[in-house]
């Protein structure tokens, strides 16, 4: 399966952006986007699935017909898909964050899936060793207990990427979990 995936910037020409998604089997948005960022896709009939961001402050995903995955499970294409919004819990206020416990309660019952869609990664995976970036320890838990195939997500910069290397991932084991960040737009085999 083609997944056309989507993570924190938008480096994408609008056509562009239609054309890719019609060619692939599924689009996945890793979040921290904006209404307009994703507009071209509205009209793509190819399955959509997604998570938000912690800058995510809009509820576009249903507007331009995606199926939101925080906390859910939903059957694609003989995959088991499901999702983990928003990030480590950095600072006060709105947002889609999250203390480590909290997120630790959200993720204790949530059953297996093959494919963990994430806006933040797991604890020691792709993180950085700061409050803005850190990983959620209970993603590394659940990958290690429930064994997804894939676990993507976007969020951090590692030491390995820049900023500005868009369309960039990096894929890393955890267990038997392939961890794979994408940053801007990259099409990943699941």
């Not at 576009?60 to 995606?66: C, M, N, R, T």
């Not at 297996?112 to 803005?132: G, I, K, L, W, Y």
């Amino acid at each position: 399966m083609q997944a056309l995936v989507l993570a924190d910037q938008n480096t994408w020409e609008r056509d562009e952006l239609a054309v890719l998604a019609e060619s692939a089997d599924c689009v996945l948005s890793l979040g921290d986007f904006i209404w307009g960022d994703l507009a071209p896709l509205s009209a793509v009939a190819t399955k959509k699935m997604g998570v938000y961001g912690n800058h995510c402050h809009e509820d576009y995903l249903a507007d331009l017909g995606f199926e939101n995955l925080h906390l859910r499970t939903l059957e694609f294409g003989g995959l088991t898909f499901g999702g983990f919004q928003g990030c480590v819990r950095y600072k006060r206020g709105d947002g889609f964050m999250y203390s480590q416990g909290e997120a630790e309660q959200l993720l204790a019952d949530f059953p297996r899936v093959d494919v963990m869609v994430c806006h933040a990664p797991p604890r020691s995976v792709h993180d950085v060793d700061n409050p803005t970036h850190s990983g959620f320890t209970a993603l590394s838990t659940y990958c290690l207990q429930h064994h997804p195939r894939y676990l993507l997500h976007g969020h951090t910069y590692p030491t390995v990427v820049k900023k500005t290397d868009a369309g960039k991932s990096i894929t890393t084991r955890l267990g038997q979990t392939e961890v794979i960040y994408v940053h801007g737009l990259q099409i990943v085999t699941l």
